[in-house]
């Protein structure tokens, strides 16, 4: 395909076309990931995950300028719908932004989150592909750490990062719920805030209660991301995680697990959709609703029944 072409060929152009294509399930879809997947398998991608106004995309910004020093080329995609790169980008973040804009290293897409999570997830895979496809070293996936899908679209990442702020009232237990777990490195963000020190110990005994980590110890990083501070103890932190993760094999284990999941994905909704349009989407099936109502039927022969169809 042209598209596919172009954007082997470093058009920022396709690559936004592409993404659009994924993002609206364009028809061409499909077959531009088809092409592209051969060339995929290359970025590093981190994971950024924390409650809103914790400083993401702020540190999202820092980290890819220092990528960029130490001569790496960076692909953003950010999925938190108040997300500076987002249309709805308050003056201060979209000055912000533009800096970042006019680097032809970068590039910087998000997302919008209407629709089903579940379908975001996909969509968010096929986008960091194709950025990886693009030729972009490292590729940052931003999500707010809210519900369990957001929290899966981190965990897919080769490094998980959990970004935290002090005075979050409940500090930790205001976090703990799913995304604690999933931090292979925390920065304490907005260090200049008062309880910086409190929030620090708290993950630190928290961690020290998480027996399962024993091979990879999570360091915590404190940074001030709207002055440029600590950025560069983070990338240390995450290229340190990448060593650990290739030289203990765990990188392999994780991309094959993704891509299981992706795989799984794919599968569960292909049939999803096969079913809800050869099977609940017919008359028999309203008929068959109204005998389990009335009791003439029990469901349990007529799933058996149905998935036996199905399967032939
Ligand atoms: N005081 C302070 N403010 C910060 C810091 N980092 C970011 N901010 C501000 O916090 C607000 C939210 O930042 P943003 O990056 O949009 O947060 P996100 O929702 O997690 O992506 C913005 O006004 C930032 O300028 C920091 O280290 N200290
Ligand atoms: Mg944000």
Redesign the pocket.
Known sequence: MEIVEKLLNHSRLALSKAITAVENEYDDAVKIMTEIYPHTGNAYVLGIT????????????GLAKEYRKRGKTVGIV?I?P???YSGGAIL??RIRMMDLMSDEGIFVRSMATRGSLGGLSQKTGDAVKLMDAFGMDVIIV?T?GVGQSEVDIVKTADTSMV?V?PGMGDDIQAIKAGILEIGDLFTI?????EGTDKLNIEIEMMLELNPERVAWRPPINR?????G?GIEAVIDSIEAHKNYLIESGRLAEIRRARIKNEVTAMLNDRVNRYIDKNVVETPEFEETVRKLQTREIEPYSVVDKIVGNVLK
């Open positions: 924390g409650p809103p106004g914790a400083g993401k995309s702020t540190l999202t910004d950010a938190d108040t997300s500076p201060g973040d931003e707010v970004v702020i963000n907005k260090a200049d805030r940074t001030i991301a709207s002055k501070i």
